[in-house]
């Protein structure tokens, strides 16, 4: 059971967008950045978005992130094949003295 | 370009503990606000972070804080994770990464280690 709730899978077709969502508490998304990471099987995750926001250099701008209260969304426009991976969603939580606290991640499959 | 690379055994016996080592290589550890953290995630599932060390001072996943410790080797550039009293259950790939101060992002990740518990 994670501590920030992301739906198992998504789909679309490329072109298409899609939306991930993340949902957490006061402790977490609700005063902390949220980050987002992109991971293909077999290899080490990739950071997506962080601050919320913000697209690390390399990262096409396909890719974008929101949050608002205690639920952050990440939003992807013109799908494309390359797109399908697990997306976790993570934060600082700080309850019991801070940590970091991940979403149980989001298989996209592009159609 | 930093690099940071996991190293340690990839077998270790139930009740015993669990130590790997990730070195890091571009930068120096001891230099910059980042946050030297490990990360792990069994096969098939999500991940779970397991801690992170910044200038002595550390923080950890309190369903894993009475067996982690994570320490810091400035002289070696590299930083550790003990696990101890492990079972089958903290069988997982473990990721070494840095994170930056004030998001918590992580910006570099290891190739990560599978480590099996097993007798």
């Known amino acids: 059971q994670s501590v920030l709730t992301q739906p198992p899978s998504a789909s679309g077709t490329p072109g298409q967008g899609v939306t991930i969502s993340c949902s957490g508490s006061s402790s977490n998304i609700g005063s902390n950045f949220v980050n987002w990471y992109q991971q293909f099987p077999g290899t080490a995750p990739k950071l997506l978005i962080y601050?919320?926001?913000q697209r690390p250099s390399g990262v096409p701008d396909r890719f974008s992130g929101s949050k608002s209260g205690t639920s952050a969304s990440l939003a992807i426009s013109g799908l494309q094949s390359e797109d399908e991976a697990d997306y976790y969603c993570?934060?600082?939580?700080?309850?019991?003295?801070?940590?970091?606290?991940f979403g149980g991640g989001t298989k996209l499959t592009v159609l | 370009q930093v690099q940071l690379q996991e190293s340690g055994p990839g077998l270790v016996k139930p009740s015993q503990t669990l130590s790997l080592t990730c070195t890091v290589s571009?930068?120096?550890?001891?230099?910059?606000?980042?946050?030297w953290s490990w990360i792990r995630q069994p096969a098939g599932k999500g991940l779970e972070w397991i801690g992170r060390?910044?200038?002595?001072?550390?923080n950890y996943n309190p369903s894993l804080k009475s067996r982690v410790t994570i320490s810091v080797d400035t002289s070696k550039n590299q930083f550790s994770l003990k696990l101890s009293s492990v079972t089958a259950a903290d069988t997982a790939v473990y990721y070494c990464?840095?994170?930056?101060?004030?998001?918590?992002?992580?910006?570099?990740w290891g190739q990560g280690t599978l480590v099996t518990v097993s007798s």
């Open positions: 601050s919320n926001n």
């Open positions: 993570a934060a600082w939580d700080d309850s019991l003295n801070g940590h970091v606290v």
């Open positions: 990464a840095r994170a930056q101060g004030g998001s918590s992002s992580i910006h570099y």
């Open positions: 571009g930068g120096s550890i001891s230099s910059g606000s980042y946050y």
């Open positions: 060390i910044y200038s002595g001072s550390t």
